[in-house]
């Protein structure tokens, strides 16, 4: 590591409330503790999994980077939504594993309608810490849909 390089450090905490219910504090200024909890039969299910929140992680992280990407080249899209697949499967030790996340996004516009959309959409996932660093050990597919359903982005681990 270079010594030009700048180190960003943040904490998050937990405390366990009953069972499998946690509260994530994030130490955030402004920011609301969040309820985590395991679903059924562990838990409760009376808020988001781990898993789920890795999910959700992955999905606004790629959201959030094209969105950057895109107002870098000075666009106003539209509402960008996202949805966030991920598989749970064993592992060779029949332990549950994140086996793979798919994510897909769509734009309101059609790719036509963005100016600059070729030039960003091949650098938009360059900027997504989230994704970059979970893909080091599970599989993250990713797709831009604009709005007329044509698949504009495709890319695999």
Known sequence: MS???TLTTFSVHLEQLEGYQFKAS???PGVADLLLDEPGPLGAGEGPSASRLLAVAVG??????????LHKFKQEPATLHAAVTAVLAPNEQGHQRIGGIDVVIRLQ???EQV????????????YCVVTESVRQGIPV???VVDG????VYTAET
Do not use: P, W, Y
């Open 109 to 111: 516009e059609t790719a």
């Open 115 to 126: 100016a600059r959309f070729c030039d960003c959409i091949q650098q938009f996932e360059n």
């Open 60 to 69: 606004n992280c790629m959201t959030a980077s094209l969105l950057f990407c």
């Open 26 to 28: 994030f130490e955030q």
């Open 148 to 151: 007329d359903g044509n698949d």
């Open 141 to 143: 597919h990713v797709k």
């Open 3 to 5: 010594e030009a390089t």
